[in-house]
């Protein structure tokens, strides 16, 4: 399973970019979603989650009030809403879906994630 990552691009800081999330030949129903980011030099993060069941949300705390999860089940698709965006924030950004469940984990360390898609670079300029 592979998700498609994509919206990506250049800003500068204080600007907004918004990811999507498709997949081809698979569909997103039944589970919850999460983004991830990887920046060279770093641990890779977890950034936000939503759930299929009940779309509840997660964030973590780098990215809260500043980033927006949100699904469309019939439109097989997910997006990430980046608003203010910082510096920091520059990473390779990836949506994947937890194959084990359908509700996001207590933590994004948690999760059976579908490693293995394209991911989209964001770069935030000072």
């Known amino acids: 399973v592979q998700l498609q990552a994509s919206g990506g691009g250049l800003v500068q800081s204080g600007g907004s970019l918004r990811l999507s999330c498709t997949a081809s030949?698979?569909?997103?129903?039944?589970?919850?979603i999460g983004w991830f980011r990887q920046a060279p030099g770093k641990e890779r993060e977890g950034v936000s989650c939503?759930?299929?069941?009940?779309?509840?949300?997660y964030y973590a705390d780098s990215v809260k009030g500043r980033f927006t999860i949100s699904r469309d089940n019939a439109r097989n698709t997910v997006w990430l809403q980046m608003n203010s965006l910082k510096p920091e924030d520059t990473a390779i950004y990836y949506c994947?879906?937890?194959?084990?469940?359908?509700?996001?984990?207590?933590?994004?360390?948690?999760?059976?994630?579908?490693?293995g898609g394209q991911g989209t670079q964001v770069t935030v300029s000072s």
């Open positions: 994947l879906a937890d194959l084990e469940h359908s509700r996001c984990p207590p933590s994004l360390r948690l999760g059976s994630w579908s490693w």
């Open positions: 030949g698979f569909t997103l129903d039944y589970y919850a």
């Open positions: 939503i759930s299929y069941s009940d779309s509840s949300t």
